[in-house]
């Protein structure tokens, strides 16, 4: 068994009003072709401007776990993963006469691909991956009187590269 530590930069399409770069960091263990890995990541404030005086941000935080399989092995490796993720949307409103903060969580399922190239033989590779996260509700952010500000989409897509440590 080889243990794994991946400092990520990704980006997120589909869960806040626009593309949300985010940081994080996963964890794995990895049996031949087979590994589980838990990760977590975090969001930049995102600002939408809803009128003249009125602005809403967003925070989004991210935590999931999800098992993964080599289709290809060698220095260059490809492989797909399955998992589940939890995450949440805080809200803010500000401008308004009573400002206001909503905090909602949701749970997704994952499809991702990965792609993972050996920079120093089994201790170090770069990993890129994509994939797409169905959440099982999608949230909508309302400020009153401007109606829904925000809401998640079906789907979002999500992109991460990292180097990954092996130990």
Request: charged fraction near 20%; glycine fraction near 12%.
């Amino acid at each position: 068994m080889r243990l794994a530590v991946r400092p990520e930069a990704a980006l997120d399409l589909g869960t806040l009003p626009g593309l949300a770069p985010t940081l994080g960091l996963a964890l794995g263990a990895q049996v031949h072709r087979f590994r589980v890995e838990a990760y977590g990541a975090l969001s930049r404030s995102q600002q939408k401007q809803v009128s003249e005086t009125v602005r809403a941000s967003f925070d989004f935080a991210a935590m999931g776990l999800r098992g993964c399989a080599d289709v290809l092995q060698g220095r260059t490796r490809l492989g797909v993963c399955v998992g589940v993720e939890g995450s949440g949307i805080l809200g803010r409103a500000s401008g308004v006469a009573r400002q206001e903060e909503l905090r909602s969580g949701v749970a997704a399922a994952r499809l991702d691909a990965f792609l993972a190239v050996g920079l120093v033989p089994d201790w170090l590779d770069l990993r890129l991956g994509v994939g797409l996260a169905a959440p099982t509700s999608r949230e909508s952010f309302v400020i009153i009187p401007f109606g829904p500000v925000h809401e998640r989409g079906p789907v979002a897509l999500k992109a991460w590269l990292g180097p990954e440590f092996r130990l």
